[in-house]
């Protein structure tokens, strides 16, 4: 049974870090690219990065490049998604998601079929 878990949103003042982490479970193979996506509330929800977990490449949003970082540990089946410089706009919940096959560019992340329940993230100015 395929699981994904995302734990470590909270509370933060803008400038301020958090690191958001996706447990997996049920994956025993390395072609699929997990991926991070965000929600604020009145907004339809956007890719913010993904990694391929068989070669650990990864992607970014433009929005937060050089802000977040995405990385995993495989000997963990974790995924991580560290955020500094954190903004009030990058308020929302924040998902992991799976897919079995390579990753894309953030603005063409589709069809992912594996999905966690979420992780609220929220920044105030």
């Known amino acids: 049974q395929v699981q994904l878990v995302e734990s470590g949103g909270g509370s933060v003042q803008a400038g301020g870090s958090l690191r958001l982490s996706c447990a997996l479970s049920?994956?025993?193979?390395?072609?699929?690219?997990i991926g991070w996506f965000r929600q604020a509330p009145g907004k339809e929800r956007e890719g913010v990065a993904n990694?391929?977990?068989?070669?650990?490449?990864?992607y970014y949003a433009d929005s937060v490049k050089g802000r977040f970082t995405i990385s995993q540990d495989n000997a963990k089946f974790t995924v991580y998604l560290q955020m500094n410089s954190l903004k009030p706009e990058d308020t929302g919940i924040y998902f992991c998601?799976?897919?079995?096959?390579?990753?894309?560019?953030?603005?063409?992340?589709?069809?992912?079929?594996?999905w966690g329940q979420g992780t609220q993230v929220t920044v105030s100015s």
């Open positions: 990694i391929y977990r068989g070669g650990g490449s990864t």
């Open positions: 049920g994956f025993l193979y390395s072609s699929t690219c």
């Open positions: 998601a799976a897919i079995g096959r390579g990753c894309t560019r953030v603005d063409q992340m589709r069809g992912f079929n594996y």
